[in-house]
């Protein structure tokens, strides 16, 4: 069975940080394109990253530019979202997902949520 399970959110002061983290169970994803979306309460899911098979084969949401930072560690099947200089818009629960090819525009995979709020 496939699963993917976000950690690493909670409960932040504006200015501060978080590094969320998406494990990966049931296969492997080291061809899969990752990403990172976000749902504020009363609004739609919305992109916030996506990382390719190349470390610098990444695009993130112009709210996210220069603030976020995704990664992944294939060898433990592990995507992770660095958020430094978080701001109260940026609270959210927060997905991790996967499809098999950038060419895709629908992700396959998601996890289950974890949710990351800003106070301000």
């Known amino acids: 069975q496939v699963q993917l399970q976000e950690s690493g959110g909670g409960l932040v002061q504006a200015g501060g940080s978080l590094r969320l983290s998406c494990a990966a169970s049931?296969?492997?994803?080291?061809?899969?394109?990752r990403g990172w979306f976000r749902q504020a309460p009363g609004k739609e899911r919305e992109f916030v990253a996506a990382?390719?098979?190349?470390?610098?084969?990444?695009n993130y949401a112009d709210s996210a530019k220069g603030r976020f930072s995704i990664s992944r560690d294939d060898a433990k099947n592990t995507v992770y979202l660095q958020m430094n200089s978080l701001k109260p818009e940026d609270t959210a629960v927060y997905y991790c997902?996967?499809?098999?090819?950038?060419?895709?525009?629908?992700?396959?995979?998601w996890g289950q949520g974890t949710q990351v709020t800003v106070s301000s």
């Open positions: 997902a996967a499809k098999s090819s950038p060419s895709m525009i629908e992700y396959a995979y």
């Open positions: 049931g296969r492997t994803f080291s061809s899969f394109v």
């Open positions: 990382i390719g098979w190349g470390a610098s084969d990444t």
